[in-house]
């Protein structure tokens, strides 16, 4: 039972939708099958952007939206707060972008201030891009992209949007909000195994794709948008995941985007709800609190042992911490196809493992008990 | 039915693994899967070099394959005898790498001797590169790897292998032939769906990895050496394209690397021999047949009417031609996991096509009489 973010569970239709014997990529059933998952992602991303699908992993995706619209020495604003965001700054210094970063510790959201700040210093319009983690998730943290947004508008830069772990847990209006770049993975929300990789892109980008300079083959978009408007491919795709994809988004617009972002906030306020009432800290406030991810950060039992009993004993997977936070917090990943029973079911787990561990600060079935009040108010 | 030269057919207990639910990526469990599929992928590439698998088509591959190694401005020399030889050089181009060209028509192989006259002009060793397409898909032509490769070797520059329709359907010996870097995908000789691709890499060429400044990020190949030795990755995984890689990898280690050549080698005569026997020009010759891949150039016949008929009547899917070989050609493919009764089954179907479409210029049951009698022999 995955309780990580990502791979997240995938729903049998899928699974078998992806057992079927692959058809050629160059046929008129593919492009079929094509247009209606392009269709489908547009739904998703609020939309009438292109959406294109990579083979790759989020990271991939979200190299392409950077690359395909800067040249080397373009100036970058990227804001970091936790491993994506970090890694973000990485991806533009190895293609040579003067990149200057906003930060914040890990564990707390990035201040709008901060890039108002930087926007408004740069009167010389250097600024070609602002690069922003939506929903961080190596610390269950959600940046408030809407307001970081309205200064980047402001200013006139592109912006950039890691929503690996949003997109499809709560609303990214691409359209509303006017986000040139968004990027995103299978294995996240969009209750798929890991493997496609999405990226919308503006027709503000497109225009700077005209002047970027960056080297790229395989990750270049233009070809990957050229043929998405014939319904085809520039290489040859996963044609097995495109079925599950498929299945996938009609599951979606079946529950839809009310319902979906809904169920993604109960549970995260069931899980948080649980966390206090079982007294385990929670890493990161309330109101800057991921929809997909839950950080805890246990002060009387370890986070490892936690973890392990929980695989070992009840074949529960739950997410450590990454670097420094590696034995220090635990996360409880509750995006894409999870029911409100998964998270009854995680949150008994962990009251009997809590117990089992020698942590006795809290009465028996205070987690359950606050997290079904929530899940059924 | 799959007679392309991928998408390929995928037997049953793959695509069954592929529907199992996704695990972790950071577990034990992956850990231990991943070390045997990367053991499973050296005994196929007969090596012991570094193979390893990104979430990319078999260009990613090709690509990643080429820009760890290199700098910009680096010569390069590139085979160019069809879609895929073209392709290459045009990633060198986009990388600003200074390329050399060895071309040949469409259908024809390249000429080993042609490199070794460019490499032994070369005295000042300004060539870092030798860029060869094993198989060219396009044509159903397979190079001289052998000997352009020892040209190379007499020369000192790298060579870089776009194996992607050989691996897996004649010997690609990594070792003995010292070859550096070895590009394939999933979709081809490893009987997969699309959405894995494989490199292997020398020890030479990691040499040349310390030096070489092609930007680079999610195709770094450093990574994913790094995280292969702890079998790991450093990006999210296709896990469930995994489970289908272990599972198709222990097929062919039942069947064992005689056994697969000599089955794609028998089915690459009886294809051609039944051709022959309809009387159907063959484009390419026999002594550079690719054994993944035969194309055929019909004169009385349309051959985007013999798919058409093949497809609709028979449900059986042949390629096309690309590119100026569009509506001249159509591919058979016997790549991947196609079994004797395939070649029957196809033959079958084209004399049934042929004399549908008025093409009278063979005995009827010639084709299936001279394939039977080779796949028997």
């Given at each position: 039972m995955l309780m990580i973010p990502g791979p997240t569970p995938v729903p049998e239709p899928v699974l078998l939708a992806m057992a079927k014997h692959p058809m050629g990529h160059r046929s008129g059933e593919f492009s079929a099958l094509m247009g209606e998952v392009t269709a489908g992602l547009k739904w998703l991303h609020q939309t009438t952007n292109d959406v294109l699908v990579l083979a790759a992993s989020g990271t991939g995706a979200m190299e392409a939206g950077m690359i395909n619209f800067l040249s080397a020495g373009d100036k970058v604003l990227v804001g970091n707060n936790g491993k994506f965001g970090e890694r973000w700054g990485k991806v533009a210094r190895a293609y040579g972008l003067d990149t200057q970063e906003i930060t914040a510790e890990w564990g707390k959201p990035l201040n709008p201030d901060d890039f108002k700040a930087a926007l408004e210093a740069d009167t010389a319009k250097a600024i070609k891009a602002v690069i922003v983690t939506h929903s961080e998730t190596s610390t269950g943290v959600l940046n408030d992209l809407e307001t970081i947004n309205r200064h980047v508008k402001a200013h006139g830069a592109l912006i950039m949007v890691d929503a690996v772990t949003s997109?499809?847990?709560?609303?990214?209006?691409?359209?509303?909000?006017?986000?040139?770049?968004?990027?995103s993975g299978s294995q996240k929300g969009y209750m798929l195994p890991p493997g496609l990789a999405f990226v919308s892109v503006s027709p503000k980008a497109w225009d700077a794709y005209e002047t970027a300079t960056l080297p790229k083959f395989y990750l270049d978009l233009k070809?990957?948008?050229?043929?998405?408007?014939?319904?085809?491919?520039?290489?040859?795709?996963?044609?097995?995941?495109?079925?599950?994809?498929?299945?996938?988004?009609?599951?979606?617009?079946?529950?839809?985007?009310?319902?979906?972002?809904?169920?993604?906030?109960?549970?995260?306020?069931?899980?948080?709800?649980?966390?206090?009432a079982l007294n385990l800290p929670l890493f990161g406030a309330d109101d800057c609190a991921s929809p997909a991810i839950t950080a805890v950060m246990p002060q009387q039992v370890e986070a490892e042992q936690i973890r392990s009993v929980m695989k070992k004993q009840f074949d529960i997977a739950l997410a450590g911490g990454q670097d420094h936070l590696k034995g220090k917090i635990f996360r409880i990943g509750h995006l894409g196809f999870v029911g409100d029973r998964d998270i009854l079911t995680a949150v008994s787990a962990l009251e009997a493992t809590l117990t089992k561990l020698g942590y006795s600060q809290f009465t028996p079935g205070a987690g359950v008990s606050a997290a079904g009040q929530i899940l059924l108010g």
């Open positions: 997109l499809g847990a709560c609303s990214v209006p691409v359209d509303e909000w006017g986000l040139d770049v968004v990027a070809p990957y948008s050229q043929g998405a408007a014939k319904n085809t491919t520039p290489f040859t795709p996963p044609v097995n995941l495109f079925f599950g994809l498929h299945a996938a988004l009609q599951m979606m617009q079946r529950e839809g985007l009310a319902a979906i972002f809904a169920r993604h906030d109960r549970q995260r306020r069931a899980t948080r709800a649980a966390m206090q």
